[in-house]
């Protein structure tokens, strides 16, 4: 992959500072419309409550451009506070975190095509095995390259997606080990349900793994690195430990889902703040915005704002932001890149006040949760969904570079 590639994967953003390529940047929010505030002390903060509660070692999840929240940034921020590993889906992704300098351990989880496995071996990054044909593909790789690609065998317990079946994952482990070429390093497991407590799935699946890591340590097969847990197991089973646990969404301070609330002192890192561009008075009966879904009853006052379904606000009614520490309706259809508001109940709102899309405003609270909701869909999909052309602007520790 060229270096090209990988800073277009890293998606630049503009920085005050002009450093690009490293989009960190003071908090300087001025010159912004629209933008994303992400507190790497928040970030840190989670890292270390994760390490309180597991007593395990810590792999910040950072896929998806860290959940929208920049993945170099918030991984630079997790490895300050004792994150031992970055998780990321992709090698673009691990590429993007060695080229930004980065010197932690790092796992591809998903799959990774044979052909960049040298890239691989040379940047130091770990990948997931868990098929026949793809071991071998990889283990020609590395013969080739006259190196050892480190590796972590994935194990299907239960969640139907990605590894070994677990009855197939003795023989498996047998033939790798005998493949060469081949640095087996880790075994792991996901689970399908983690984020649902009551259900027994999550127990099944760590009995399931137990047996496997059982057989294998009977033969001399287990390799080093156990692990099982996301961020619900991490809050929610604690025989899901093992050496490490695989972090994502707490990191972030958002909850695995209604029914998995994280315990009290985690922090959600992001607010998206909005400037408000335009306020005007219209007269009754006056169409606004596209389709014209929603018409002045009287004299009202209507702003609007330079967000829209590009950013990753969704084009769904009934929204709501946060203007003056109060909640406003955002009326008309969301368009690209503008939506409008119902300001009569804010007679002081003025051109360049700032709005807070999700996030907390004086008593007011919008969570990446009530965005979900409103949306159909889960705060997961809220913030990847946030576009790259908003802004990130990174404040603390000490509001300075890490
Ligand atoms: C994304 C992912 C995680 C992190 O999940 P969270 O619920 O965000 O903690 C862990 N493991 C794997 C394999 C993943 O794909």
């Avoid at 629209?34 to 903060?45: G, P, R, V």
């Avoid at 009995?207 to 080093?224: I, K, S, T």
């Avoid at 300001?343 to 990446?368: C, F």
Wanted: net charge neutral.
């Amino acid at each position: 992959m060229s270096i090209g590639k990988i800073l277009e994967y890293q998606m630049t953003l503009t920085c005050p500072e002009g450093e690009p390529g490293l989009y960190y940047c003071f908090m300087d929010t001025n010159g912004y419309s629209t933008w994303l505030e992400i507190d790497l002390s928040a970030i840190q903060n989670n890292v270390r409550r994760l390490q309180q509660i597991t007593r395990s070692e810590v792999m910040a999840v950072v896929k998806a451009n860290g959940y929208g929240h920049g993945a170099i940034p918030v991984a630079q921020a997790a490895v300050k506070a004792g994150a031992t590993w970055c998780g990321v889906g992709r090698l673009e992704e691990a590429l993007a975190l060695r080229q930004a300098g980065l010197d932690c351990e790092i796992l591809v989880m998903g799959y990774t095509p044979p052909p960049a496995i040298p890239e691989a071996i040379a940047q130091n990054i770990t990948v997931t095995v868990y098929d026949q044909e793809q071991a071998e593909q990889y283990a020609s790789q590395a013969r080739e390259a006259h190196r050892r690609l480190r590796t972590h065998v994935k194990i299907d317990t239960g969640m139907g997606r990605l590894g070994v079946m677990a009855q197939a994952a003795l023989d498996y482990m047998r033939w790798l080990n005998r493949l060469g070429g081949l640095q087996i390093e880790g075994i792991f497991t996901h689970f399908a349900r983690a984020d649902e407590p009551r259900v027994s799935l999550t127990t099944r699946q760590i009995e399931r793994f137990l047996a496997v890591l059982d057989q294998l340590r009977a033969e001399g097969l287990c390799p080093p690195m156990v692990h099982a847990a996301n961020s619900a197991a991490a809050i929610y089973f604690q025989d899901a430990y093992f050496n490490l646990v695989r972090s994502g969404i707490a990191i972030y301070g958002l909850d695995p889902s209604p029914e998995a609330g994280l315990p009290s002192g985690f922090l959600p890192a992001l607010t998206w703040k909005a400037r408000l561009t335009s306020v005007k008075t219209f007269p009754p009966g006056h169409g606004i915005s596209y389709g014209s879904i929603y018409t002045t009853q009287k004299t009202e006052r209507i702003g609007t704002i330079p967000v829209g379904y590009a950013d990753g606000f969704r084009r769904v009614n009934q929204q709501q932001v946060l203007l003056f520490e109060q909640r406003v309706a955002v009326i008309g259809r969301v368009c690209m890149d503008q939506c409008a508001l119902q300001l009569d109940a804010i007679p002081q709102a003025h051109i360049g006040d700032e709005v807070v899309l999700l996030g907390q405003q004086g008593n007011e609270q919008i969570s990446a949760e009530e965005l979900g909701a409103r949306w159909g869909t889960v705060n997961y999909e809220v913030v990847c969904g946030l576009a790259n052309r908003l802004p990130r602007l990174y404040s603390g520790p000490e509001n300075s570079r890490l």
